[in-house]
């Protein structure tokens, strides 16, 4: 490597991570200033916020009727991706592709559109709003994104080993459990923090489906209102940041590991 | 069922929307036979395969292996096993669990288990490689894999789809044998597709050979190649030189051939079903002409000059243009002290074509 030299497009590019990322160490940096106040100079070091945080029962409340949701969301949309990865996999069905983009539709209608239509819908059948009606409708939503990362998944590997296996004497149902299983475990790993994140941060719909438990974003929305009550947000916020962070890492870490044996398995 | 129909095929049809691929395919495979599909791609010997391990469903026919009928029979039901091309050996498995992967079913005890696939390392040559991962094995070494874990299975067929397609030149001459020996060693039927002719013409007892859906000939190696019936088959298998024309006089196995570019020809060959006027193709292998510097005294001969030779080593390809005709005659010479490469290049000798009458084959033109 020669000397680092700041061309135009190196200038774009740090101006460009800059504006990325450095509001979002504000989060951190200011979770840690003693004052109630978001603005320089700084104070000075407090853990308090931090404190503050874990005390707040409706924050933490809040926090783990998000992780709740997210997790069954995440859990239940994978199961509806692996079977329609499957099923776009494994047949040649006629309107393959209307089907997928029908599929995918949600992925394009606006959020709004999609959280007032559902509000329609679901009162109209009387089901009264609750976090199951926030997950119903984040499931909606995760269901095209998790297909996806599967159909990848799967269309990686050879077909045969699918034969290979019932050739040996398994059933279908065994042949998905000892082999198509195990094969598409990065995808679904991937498909799993995929949902789970995409949940975790969802606003809108929360908001329109949502009753008196909110989930993390509605609370912290509605806490923007009291100054006093931010900083210990802001702590939270930091919390998540970090271990968004970690998981992202993580989530790619099994990604490559799954190319990886899938070139080895290559002939 | 008798030994001579273990596998017995009949009028078999596979249909891909207007595409026959398989087309009243009707044929046995006898106990213990080493047996090949053979014939290019698109021939639809791959998808004959596919319907013996239970694949392919056949739009029409059926399939008796060991006198069951097999249609209503799923892939994991049947008595046979597959080798894959692709070998298709399971990335998660460790070599071990791959060998084993199709006894679950069988619950043996684990010491027994471990001795059975122990016993299959051991004769696939890789003896200790049981805890290796997939990822680390060469491709010779998966396809011994690919076999171990098919024949742990002890099937009553084998089925194997172009098994040495994706091997080296070297390593798949030595495989060539080390299945043959498998196969007498373990006595088990052996199904193979393969569009290499010198593969087929290695390993197998018979071979049936496949064109548009059909098989055109089923006969051992030797006679196949010596006594072809159709001309599909003398070109596809080795290289052949084919003469048009049409029976000038044919009795007492004896056939004289007009033909347009090298005057008439006599065979005493195989085939001599013709009557006079039919159009044929009188066929000679390169291995059969000889070429002389000198007028031969008498026989079959004719007079050319050598257009150019390939020399591949153990023998040569010499091109030899006869007048009269357009394409050159192909010869195969041995490289014997030397001869070959002494050949020299175009046009440089005027030399003399000979050949047995026996070698010459009649084939009927369409």
């Known amino acids: 490597m020669g000397k680092m030299r700041l061309g135009p497009l190196g200038i774009y590019t740090v101006l460009y991570l800059a504006f990325l990322y450095i509001p979002v160490l504000f ?14 100079p700084l104070k000075g070091f407090t853990l308090q916020h931090y404190v503050e945080m874990v005390n707040r029962e409706p924050l933490i409340n809040a926090l783990f009727n998000s992780l709740k949701v997210g997790a069954v969301v995440s859990v239940v949309s994978t199961i509806f991706g692996m079977l329609a990865a499957k099923a776009f996999t494994k047949y040649r069905l006629p309107g393959t592709n209307a089907l997928t ?13 999609l959280g007032i239509s559902l509000l329609t819908v679901l009162k109209a059948v009387d089901v009264p709003l609750s976090l199951f009606t926030i997950g119903l409708s984040h499931t909606v939503i995760c269901v095209p994104f998790s297909m996806f990362v599967l159909i990848s998944r799967l269309e990686g590997f050879d077909k045969s080993m699918e034969e290979a296996a019932q050739d040996l004497g398994e059933t279908p149902w065994m042949t998905f459990w000892r082999v198509t299983f195990p094969l598409a475990m990065p995808g679904i790993i991937a498909s799993l923090l995929l949902c789970f994140t995409i949940s975790f941060d969802e606003f809108i719909l929360a908001f329109f489906l949502g009753s008196d438990e909110p989930t993390l974003p509605l609370y912290m929305w509605s806490q923007l209102r009291f100054p006093a009550k931010l900083p210990s947000v802001l702590a939270l916020g930091a919390v998540i940041f970090i271990t968004s962070f970690i998981v992202v890492c993580f989530a790619e870490w099994v990604r490559r590991r799954g190319v990886q044996t899938q070139t080895g398995s290559a002939i | 069922m008798s030994d001579e129909s273990y596998i017995s095929i009949q009028n078999i049809s596979k249909h891909f929307g207007s595409v026959k691929a398989c087309d009243e395919v009707t044929f046995d495979i006898r106990q213990g036979e080493f047996f090949a599909l053979l014939g290019p791609s698109g021939c639809g010997k791959t998808t004959l395969l596919r319907m013996l391990a239970g694949f392919e469903i056949p739009t029409y026919g059926e399939i008796y292996i060991d006198g069951q009928p097999m249609s209503l029979i799923p892939p994991y039901k049947r008595p046979v096993n597959m080798v894959f091309q692709s070998y298709a050996i399971f990335p998660h498995l460790t070599v071990a669990e791959n060998i084993a992967f199709g006894l679950r079913k069988d619950k043996l005890p684990k010491a027994e288990l471990d001795k059975k696939v122990d016993e299959a390392l051991e004769m696939i040559a890789l003896p200790g490689y049981g805890h290796r991962g997939a990822d680390e094995l060469s491709g010779g070494q998966r396809q011994r894999v690919a076999l171990a874990r098919a024949l742990i299975k002890k099937p009553k ?20 044998l080390e299945l043959r020996d498998l196969q007498r060693e373990v006595g088990i039927t052996f199904v193979f597709v393969t569009h290499d002719q010198e593969e087929a013409l290695t390993m197998s007892d018979r071979i049936a050979v496949m064109a548009e859906g059909r098989t055109l000939e089923i006969e051992a190696p030797a006679p196949l190649y010596e006594r072809p019936k159709t001309a599909f088959c003398a070109d596809f298998l080795g290289t052949m030189n084919f003469f048009e024309g049409s029976i000038d006089n044919i009795g007492d196995g004896e056939a004289a051939i007009k033909t347009g570019d090298m005057g008439t020809m006599v065979s005493r060959g195989p085939n001599m079903d013709f009557s006079s006027g039919n159009d044929v193709l009188a066929a000679i292998r390169p291995e059969n002409i000889e070429i002389a510097f000198d007028k031969p005294a008498s026989g079959s001969f004719v007079e050319g000059k050598v257009r150019a030779s390939a020399f591949l080593g153990d023998r040569a390809h010499v091109y030899v243009n006869v007048k009269g005709r357009k394409d050159p005659v192909l010869t195969a010479m041995q490289n014997l002290g030397g001869a070959a490469s002494r050949m020299g290049d175009e046009g440089e000798h005027t030399v003399w074509l000979t050949w047995s009458e026996e070698s010459v084959i009649l084939l009927p033109r369409h």
């Not at chain 1, 989060?27 to 320089?40: M, V």
């Not at chain 1, 983009?101 to 559109?113: E, G, Q, R, T, Y």
């Not at chain 2, 194997?160 to 001459?173: H, I, N, T």
């Open chain 1, 27 to 40: 989060i951190p940096l200011f979770s840690f200033n003693d004052s109630i106040y978001i603005a320089f």
């Open chain 2, 157 to 176: 067929v084998l089925l194997l789809d172009e098994p040495l397609g994706a091997l080296d030149k070297k390593l798949r001459e030595q495989m060539q």
């Open chain 1, 101 to 113: 983009a029908f599929i995918s539709i949600p992925l394009v209608i606006p959020l709004i559109i």
